[in-house]
């Protein structure tokens, strides 16, 4: 096994940046004979939009899924502020400050947009059961402050006059802003977007870019796409994987030139369509 | 804030709800759907015919009985249910025959706090005997205990060598059962079976008999079970001397489900040739009875669909015993003056049993005793006089009295009360 | 269902289609011949999707006209266009996730062989696999554990299976590598070319939809605001700019 | 339309109720109240019993009604857990009683207690697996009381005392209505009191973070998870909600009955209760309300209709449940949101028109 | 020993009868997602059908065709009349849809065939097979039983793994929408699962009334038991059926023989909780599911 720091270190000594808030490893995992990920590893620094990409099945969604909990990794460490986290489970990622979108949408069908953002807010409760129970006014200012903090996250991307609605009955866009929206009313100090633009017309896309850039300046975000034109656009940092190996990393226009990259992933015609944006 | 005292005279004279002119209304609760229902449900049927019968020939005091019968599924939930319909909305005058001990345990109460006369349960519980605590309720078959004291008996003074095993049914049925057998024979028996009612798979138990080496079994259990230990034995090749409570042994009814199995090599109809059981009616089988003459009488002039079996002779039968209790409670009944009269009437009452009541004052058991007879092609032979007994250790004695025909206008004749 | 060779158009005529009170498409009519791609655009929510769904019997219009070769269509169920030659690879999740890979893609196949007579399966089969070596390695694993592009991978390799007359894509490139993106583009173009079958293509990236397309139709609000050839359409600024955001 | 000019004074009532989720709910339970008073001291004490019986199936068919529409576990096997109130209550109230009250709360404990073991292996099973083990609940349950026979009473069960009126409340509803209270009638006072009260926490909890959480859990797990939410410990707890409110119906039920056995709590109890709640309207507790009293009126006046059809006994006693049997699968085709799914399908038909549902783009 | 070996044979018979009921669930299962709690009743219908038959004079087997041809129109009626609408869409509607049925027709049934028990014959010998001395609890009609099961379990596999049909059948109950698109005919593919289940459920009714009682709730308790086994063994599988039902009906059998018959449902409770809290999918589901 290759030793697994070195090319972490090599990129913590790359820039004189802060240290990482978030790093994984030397991850890696399998299903049954396939490799899904080997040895990769992942550094999130504060205020930095770090770029995950590779061809379909590299392993993308899965580095998230082990950042997330859902997947436990074969072998490699996790580390929050340096300190290792063993055995993740999903559920912690809230109360740690990590927020994360789905690669579909996975809104809650039952649940109002402002209950959908509502519920993304949902680890700054302060009450429990019983004043539930009660109804105590301390449980109906839980909620008060529980609104608005919902209330600000989607003000923030403008979907304040949906606050009522059911997310069937909104267009795509709209909905996918909701996802966004609930993700950042956990205040989230890292954000894992899991193709975040699939979907969107290119109007859509050029304002998430805008969006995402806004948000490092308040926490770290970690984002996977194929929009070539957002991650070029959006991203201070790349990792590309192919197979579940890192095959190049640096920033978007080192990554865009490199011959792995265009031979596994862009294909052809990649640069033409980078230059536009 | 004052208000006139509470509780409706019970002893006065206020108490003929359900009674008016020229009707009185009493209700029941039976299974008629679900797994208790079958056997069981034919029982109001036959309660119906012979107030219809009764009620063609004139009524009672001139007052035509009308029997409203309602759907408990033997679930007690629901008995609570109908019975709370019967009394508050229907207003009978009193329960007659509510099927069940599980399902009218949870009436009891009930019944017994609004003084409601509660007339002959159908089943054979010892619950129904408390006329204390339960003035208002008696009971009306053979209890459990009773026919068990007279089995083993029996088992004692003819079987003398047999090891025994007992296949019982888990609740007081098999548990009063047990009581009156162990009484006489408990040192020889080698096994007791329980089965969960609505579990058909006897397989166990019938097994378990058979290694303990049991000759003789001893089965308080319902009609169908009989029929599965039956099968089950014979799968097993078991052939041990079988006897069954009278509530499981019906003749006509198990044999007529087991005599079908003709592809299963059951072909002839003596599958329960020389098991052994108790009686204390008269059955469809002895044609020649004048009481099942009577019944037949009845049941082509007043049933519905369906012929005359064993279970609407049972509904009859209580029918009879009502109609004499309503009979001495005079032309103007009470429920107070229908208790007061069946307590008074208790130790004349005759009909179509073959044993004698037992209601006094301080008793509301039923009836009090069976014969064992073996069950021989369609009918059955005495293996022993009627006996009678009570409760606990009360001596088994010979019933020698001359069992009474019915009237002839098959209407009994009872003479009002004080 | 031998419904003669391919080489035959699809005519949609003012179809119309309400969601209860929302009007989808409103009196849309879009001409696809064979061996063109026809690229339907719009901004989200223009209603291409229900124009789709429409044509392949998944809703039903109101009004209109779906003629494929001269038979209307419209109004008929979904298997029935479905057998007819309709191939519709639908937004998003088109995959059966608890079936295998291969159950997934003998069920295109199926339909092919339905169609066509028998044809040598296997090889049809080794054919998909060729064009998209991930599916290959998978074939027995169930399409729940596929990734993303994985899954429209195989929602892709199924519709060609089934030997289509008409293909409907529905944002064949979401989820996609740009790689990727590319080489289908290329496949299908190389198909209409080949075949002769006429592909109705619904993009949100209207400029790499329009760079292999023949002809396009913008849709906005359920109506078509513009229609002209491929080139002509790239070339409009305006439209560009009002409708296809590039 | 009608409904349209409604609206208005509807929103004009709105403005005046309180606007604390505590003070509507209140609001709310004390109109209840006196309806209930009205009903019982308007109707026979036949309509009493049988409102008394509606009492407690509606007790568990509300919490129910919490556990499978907001949370979405499918339970068979509420019955089961209504046994365990009732011979809790059973036990209690038999030789040296308790005031019924605590009979009653320690009911409820013990079998939330029940559903905390019930939820924790619940929440790991899905769909028919749930399906199946609370069937095997239902069916499982009863048998403890036969194998323990000599504490529970075996196949007889257990006899209950029910309690009886105390003098002051007798004589304040006398002095009200002038009417005597009959047992039944202060047996329905019972179990529509708890009801009410049952369905103000259960409101009050609809209307908190927990009712949100529950259908998000409901909705999508994975992204549930991700907000931070414990799958586990929510199911557990709406499990054991559900189950204190299933532990409390089989309290009243053994008082209203006065008997606890296990013939009473039969499969055939846990799939009514089912039925009623998803009848009624999944999710939403007056139709757990409406769908009990189908439960209670719908046979009896069935089998009624058949005797004066002139059929016999027997049949008109199948006719109810085949009766009833019909109006699931009718009401299921026609108005799959159940009756208040209709209900609230009619109410928007009326109003989308007058509300800015336009869209926002 | 023999009480062992008797015990076992008894509870071999008894959990083929489950695993045949099992069998009915789990190609419904599988052909449409949906659990279908009417299984036992319509079973019991067309099974009071075959007794009508044979007590005409006609012979076993004659009610035996009858019974399995009824099950298969009944199934395809019941689909499309009732079952078809509700079919897509919640899961706990089609549950309700099916207690309603199963409640309904059990009243129907009582109301036409009324409720009193009635015996139904065997076509083959209800005499254990006796070795020498010893006759143990396995009768030839055991034999019948247990090989059908085996049969349709094997058809059941071949007809899922080998055949269009049942690739086609199992796409419709995954996703009506896609395999609409894929020409599928949906609702033919959904008529057919009910029809072939209703035929499979109206076996194991046979099976179970033969050499027995019947009467209109008979196959209540064979519901229960028969829905555990399909859960235990994992309802997508047919050899996890009839695994689960031996399972079962082995285990009930020793509970019943050597502790006591009361506490045959509740052991029936804790073999599937400690199965499903080991196993959430049953015996036989595969694992490794991806849900991001
Ligand atoms: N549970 C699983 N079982 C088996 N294989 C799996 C499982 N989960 C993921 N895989 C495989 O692991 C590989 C990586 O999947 P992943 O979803 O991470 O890809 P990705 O990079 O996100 O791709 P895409 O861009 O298409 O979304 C894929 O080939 C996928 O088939
Ligand atoms: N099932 C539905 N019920 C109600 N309205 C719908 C439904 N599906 C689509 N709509 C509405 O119909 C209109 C057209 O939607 P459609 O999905 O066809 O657009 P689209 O052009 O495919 O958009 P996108 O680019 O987001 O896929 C939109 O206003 C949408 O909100
Ligand atoms: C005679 C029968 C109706 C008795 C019944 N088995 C009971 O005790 O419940
Ligand atoms: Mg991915
Ligand atoms: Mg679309």
């Known amino acids: 096994m290759t030793l697994p720091d070195t090319s972490e270190t090599r990129f913590a000594d790359a820039g004189s940046a802060p240290p990482p808030l978030f790093t994984a490893t030397g991850v890696t995992v399998r299903f049954g004979g396939l490799t899904a990920l080997d040895t990769v590893s992942l550094a999130a620094r504060p205020h930095e939009v770090h770029g995950v990409i590779g061809p379909n099945g590299a392993g993308k969604t899965t580095l998230f899924n082990v950042c997330c909990g859902f997947v436990e990794p074969d072998e490699g460490v996790l580390r929050w502020r340096g300190d290792p986290v063993g055995g993740l489970r999903p559920h912690q990622l809230a109360g740690m400050g990590i927020a994360r979108t789905l690669q579909g949408l996975g809104l809650f069908a039952g649940l109002t947009v402002l209950e959908n953002v509502m519920v993304g807010a949902d680890r700054f409760r302060r009450t429990g059961f019983g004043s539930a129970l009660l109804a105590l006014p301390r449980s109906a200012g839980d909620e008060r402050r529980l609104r608005e903090r919902a209330m600000a996250a989607m003000a923030e991307l403008g979907l304040a006059d949906a606050a009522s609605a059911m997310p069937a009955s909104l267009p795509y866009p709209v909905r996918k802003r909701v996802a966004f929206a609930r993700a950042l009313a956990a205040d989230p100090e890292l954000l894992l977007l899991d193709e975040p633009a699939s979907g969107l017309g290119a109007a859509d896309i050029a304002e998430l870019g805008e969006l995402v850039r806004g948000l490092a300046s308040r926490m770290s975000v970690v984002l996977v796409d194929h929009h070539m034109d957002l991650v070029m656009a959006v991203c201070d940092h790349i990792t590309v994987l192919d197979f579940g190996r890192i095959v190049a990393r640096g920033t978007p226009a080192e990554v865009k030139d490199d011959p792995a990259v265009i031979d596994a992933y862009l294909g052809e015609e990649a640069d033409r369509s980078g230059d536009h944006g | 804030g004052g208000r006139p005292g509470e509780g409706d005279g019970e002893g006065g004279g206020a108490s003929d709800v359900g009674v008016t002119a020229d009707t009185i209304k009493i209700g029941a609760h039976f299974p008629l759907t679900g797994v208790a229902a079958p056997g069981y449900s034919e029982i109001p049927t036959g309660t119906k015919a012979y107030f219809d019968y009764v009620n063609a020939n004139g009524g009672v005091h001139g007052r035509k009985i009308e029997y409203v019968y309602k759907d408990d599924a ?46 002959f349960v159908s089943s054979g519980s ?142 002839d109809a003596s599958v329960l040739d020389g098991v052994i059981t108790t009686e204390y009616l008269p059955g469809v089988e002895e044609k020649d009875n004048p009481w099942t003459r009577l019944w037949q009488r009845v049941w082509d002039e007043h049933g519905g669909q369906g012929e005359l079996t064993n279970y609407r002779i049972y509904g009859m039968s209580e029918a009879y015993t009502f109609v004499q209790a309503l009979q001495a409670a005079g032309p103007e009944p009470t429920r107070a003056g229908l208790v007061e009269a069946l307590e008074k009437i208790g130790p004349e009452l005759t009909g179509p049993a073959l044993v004698p009541y037992r209601y006094s004052a301080d008793s509301h058991a039923g009836l009090s005793g069976v014969k064992v007879v073996r069950i021989k092609g369609a009918g059955t032979e005495d293996l022993s006089p009627v006996l009678v007994t009570g409760n606990g250790d009360t001596e088994i004695t010979e019933h020698t009295a001359e069992h009474a025909p019915p009237p002839p206008n098959g209407i009994p004749d009872m003479k009002p009360v004080g | 269902m031998a419904d003669g060779g391919r080489d035959r158009e699809l005519d949609i005529r003012g179809l119309t289609t309400r969601y209860g009170p929302v009007t989808a498409l409103d009196g849309v009519s879009v001409l696809a011949r064979p061996g063109e791609v026809t690229a339907v655009l719009g901004a989200n929510g223009a209603g291409k999707t229900t124009l789709l769904r429409t044509v392949s019997g998944l809703v039903k219009g ?29 937004e998003g999740r088109g995959v059966i996730t608890e079936l295998t890979v291969e159950e997934n893609l003998r069920l295109g196949e199926l339909l092919g062989s339905a169609r066509r007579g028998k044809a040598d399966k296997n090889e049809r089969l080794a054919s998909v696999y060729g064009m998209f070596p991930p599916l290959a390695q998978r074939r027995r694993q169930v399409a729940n554990s596929l990734s993303g592009g994985e899954r429209q991978m195989l929602v892709i390799g199924r519709a060609l299976l089934s030997e289509p007359e008409v293909l409907l894509l529905d944002e064949p490139s979401l989820g996609l590598a740009p790689r990727v993106v590319a080489q289908i583009f290329g496949l299908i173009r190389d198909l209409v070319d080949r075949e002769r079958i006429t592909v109705l293509l619904v993009e949100q990236n209207a400029r790499s939809a329009l760079s292999i397309a023949d002809t396009g139709f913008v849709l906005n609000l359920g109506r078509v605001v513009a229609s002209d050839d491929a080139e002509a359409l790239a070339a409009d600024a305006e439209l560009r700019h009002a409708y296809l955001g590039f | ?227 931070g939410l414990r799958l586990g410990r929510l199911r557990v707890l709406a499990f054991v909600v559900s189950a204190a409110c299933a532990g409390l119906a089989g309290s009243v039920l053994a008082m209203v009955v006065r008997l606890a056995a296990p013939s009473g709590f039969t499969i055939v109890l846990s799939l009514s209760l089912l039925t009623a709640v998803v009848v009624g309207g999944l999710g939403s507790l007056g139709g757990a309300l409406l769908g009990s009293a189908l439960l209670v009126f719908l046979p009896p006046a069935v089998t009624n209709l058949g005797t004066s059809a002139g059929l016999t006994g027997v049949q008109a006693a199948q006719l109810a449940p085949f009766v009833y049997g019909v109006v699931l699968i009718v009401v299921i085709l026609v108005a799959p949101g159940g009756v208040m799914g209709l209900l609230r399908r009619l109410w928007r038909a009326g109003t989308t028109t007058s509300s800015d549902q336009g869209g926002t783009r | 020993m023999q009480q062992f070996l008797n015990i076992t044979l008894g509870g071999l018979s008894q959990g083929a009868i489950y695993a045949a009921f099992a069998l009915a669930l789990v190609l419904i299962w599988r052909a449409t997602r949906i659990i279908n709690f009417a299984q036992g009743a319509m079973a019991m219908f067309t099974t009071y059908l075959a007794l009508a038959v044979i007590e005409s004079g006609q012979s076993y087997w004659v009610g035996f065709a009858v019974a399995l041809a009824g099950g298969l129109v009944l199934g395809a009626i019941v689909e499309r009349v009732i079952m078809r609408r509700v079919e897509g869409g919640p899961e706990l509607n089609a549950v309700i ?180 809290l080991i196993r959430p999918k049953g015996l036989f589901s595969k694992i490794a599911e991806r849900r991001v």
């Open chain 4, 1 to 227: 339309m009608g409904a349209r000019i409604i609206t208005k004074p509807v929103n004009a009532v709105r403005r005046f109720l309180p606007s604390s989720v505590l003070g509507r709910n209140l609001l709310a339970v004390l109109v209840a109240l006196i309806a209930v008073v009205l009903v019982l001291e308007l109707t026979t004490p036949f309509r009493n019993a049988q409102l008394a019986t509606m009492s407690y199936y509606a007790i568990a068919a509300v919490g129910l009604t919490v556990l499978t529409g907001l949370n979405g576990q499918i339970s068979l096997g509420h019955g089961a857990l209504m046994a365990v109130g009732a011979y809790t209550t059973a036990l209690l109230l038999g030789e040296d009683a308790v005031p019924f009250p605590v009979a009653m709360l320690a009911a409820a404990l013990v079998t939330a207690l029940a559903g905390v073991l019930v939820g924790a292996a619940a929440s790991r099973l899905h769909g028919p697996y749930l399906a199946g083990a609370t069937l095997a609940l239902a069916v499982g349950v009863p048998g403890l009381a036969i194998y323990f026979d000599g504490l529970l009473g075996g196949e007889q069960g257990l006899p209950v005392s029910s309690p009886r009126a105390p003098d002051w409340f007798a004589d304040a509803l006398y002095f009200l209505s002038a009417n005597d209270m009959s047992s039944a009638k202060y047996l329905a006072y019972l179990g529509w009191a708890t009801l009410l009260l049952v369905m103000l926490l259960l409101a009050n909890l609809m209307a908190s973070r927990f009712g949100r959480v529950w259908r998000a859990v409901r909705d999508d797990e994975v992204a549930a998870e991700l907000a």
């Open chain 5, 97 to 276: 849809v099916t207690l309603g049925l199963f409640i309904g027709l059990q009243a129907l049934a009582a109301i036409i065939f009324g409720a009193t028990f009635q015996s139904f014959p065997a076509p083959f010998g209800l005499r254990g097979f006796t070795f020498g001395e010893l006759t143990v609890a396995f009768t030839p009609f055991s034999v019948f039983i247990i090989g059908s099961v085996l049969v349709v379990m094997l058809a059941l596999v071949a007809l899922f793994r080998f055949t269009d049909l049942g690739l086609r059948m199992r796409a419709s109950a995954f996703s009506q929408e896609v395999s609409r698109l894929l020409g599928v005919r949906v609702g033919r593919m959904l008529t057919i699962g009910w029809a072939f289940a209703a035929v499979v459920g109206s076996l194991a009714g046979l099976l179970i009334a033969g050499g027995n009682l019947v009467h209109p709730a008979y196959m209540d308790a064979i519901i229960v038991y028969g829905f555990v086994a399909a859960v235990l063994g994992g309802l997508d599988s047919p050899a996890g059926a009839v695994a689960g039902g031996l399972i079962i009906g082995l285990a009930l059998s020793y509970v019943s023989g050597y502790l006591g018959s009361e506490l045959v449902t509740l052991a029936a409770l804790a073999i599937l909780v400690a199965v499903l």
């Open chain 3, 62 to 90: 109101s009004d209109g006209a779906v003629l494929l070769g001269g038979r209307d269509l419209a109004g008929a169920p979904a298997e029935t266009i479905a057998r007819a030659g309709v191939a519709h690879v639908p």
């Open chain 2, 126 to 267: 010892l619950l129904w005997n408390q006329p204390e605590k339960n003035p208002q309720t008696f009971g009306w078959q053979p209890d459990y205990e009773v026919e068990g004291k007279i089995i083993g008996q029996y088992l004692r003074d003819h079987l003398s060598e047999a090891k025994i095993g007992l296949f019982l049914q888990d609740d007081d049925f098999g548990d009063d059962g047990e009581k009156g057998v162990r009484a006489f024979v408990g040192d020889r028996i080698v096994a007791a079976e329980r089965y969960a009612p609505g579990n058909t798979d006897v397989g166990p138990q019938i097994a378990a008999l058979q290694a303990s080496g049991a000759d003789v079994v001893v089965g308080f259990n319902v009609p169908s079970y009989t029929a599965l230990s039956q099968l089950t034995s014979m799968r097993l090749n078991y052939g041990p001397q079988w006897i069954y409570s009278n509530v499981g042994s019906d003749p006509a009814l198990v044999g007529s489900l087991l005599n079908r199995f003709s592809e299963g090599k059951v072909t």
């Open chain 2, 74 to 119: 033997y679930n007690p939930t629901n008995t609570s249910q109908v019975v709370n319909e019967l009394v508050l909305q229907e207003e009978i005058f009193a329960m007659v025959g509510g099927l069940g001990t599980p399902t009218h345990s949870a009436v009891l109460d009930f019944l017994n706090s609004s003084g409601v006369p509660d007339l």
